[in-house]
């Protein structure tokens, strides 16, 4: 099993930048993706930004050039770092681990980008 621990959300202003963290239990190099997801009310839960085993990420074209996901693998931690931060990026940022088929979990951190 595999917990995860986000921190780092709040308030910001439009420009804004912030930094999302998420501890895992277990090393994450023995974890196959880690990723961070985000939920707007009324809308689906969407990817955000998902690094996996061997270093390489990806990133949703909403968010291309100004966030990026990064990690330290002594600290089984994966980052979030957003940049230019937008009001549509306004939502809850959960962090995702794929773990032998099976897909854990944070309690998720509220982000809010005012105008």
């Known amino acids: 099993q595999v917990q995860l621990v986000e921190s780092g959300g709040g308030l910001v202003q439009a420009g804004g930048s912030l930094r999302l963290s998420c501890a895992a239990s277990r090393s994450i190099f023995s974890i196959n993706a880690m990723g961070w997801y985000r939920q707007a009310p009324g809308k689906q839960r969407e990817l955000v930004a998902r690094?996996?085993?061997?270093?390489?990420?990806n990133y949703a074209d909403s968010v291309k050039g100004r966030f990026t996901i990064s990690r330290d693998i002594g600290k089984n931690t994966v980052y979030l770092h957003m940049n230019s931060l937008k009001p549509e990026d306004t939502a809850v940022y959960y962090c995702n681990g794929q773990f032998i088929g099976t897909d854990y979990w944070g309690q998720g951190t509220q982000v809010t980008v005012s105008s």
């Open positions: 690094i996996i085993s061997n270093g390489n990420t």
